[in-house]
């Protein structure tokens, strides 16, 4: 099993930035591929960003590409996602989560049904 922990969301300005963390315990996440997705009110939870198990590869959403950065630090369990020039659409709450699997990556790490395990999510607001 694996735990995950979200944190760092808030309500910022549009133009801010904000920095979210995950942090897993129980098993460790070193060698998972992990992802990123949100949910704003209304709408379905929709992929935000994900990273290799290495910390090599990467991919992200349109919505997100150039404003959003996906980082892990292996060696403290922790998954990060920096997030810059926040606009209103990006208002929703931010879920990180992983995968059962071990050491495997590929495009299908942009789909919700490939991971096991999701934290309960924490909550990004921007206003105009």
């Known amino acids: 099993q694996v735990q995950l922990v979200e944190s760092g969301g808030g309500l910022v300005q549009a133009g801010d930035s904000l920095r979210l963390s995950c942090a897993a315990s129980?098993?460790?996440?070193?060698?998972?591929?992990l992802g990123w997705f949100r949910q704003a009110p209304g709408k379905e939870r929709e992929f935000v960003a994900s990273i290799s198990w290495s910390g090599g590869d990467t991919y992200y959403a349109d919505s997100v590409k150039g404003r959003f950065t996906i980082s892990r630090d292996n060696a403290k369990n922790t998954l990060y996602l920096q997030m810059n020039n926040l606009n209103p659409e990006d208002t929703a709450v931010y879920y990180c989560?992983?995968?059962?699997?071990?050491?495997?990556?590929?495009?299908?790490?942009?789909?919700?049904?490939?991971?096991?395990?999701w934290g309960q999510g924490t909550q990004v607001t921007v206003s105009s």
């Open positions: 989560a992983a995968p059962r699997a071990y050491g495997i990556w590929g495009s299908w790490y942009q789909q919700r049904a490939t991971y096991d395990y």
């Open positions: 129980g098993r460790t996440i070193s060698r998972r591929s």
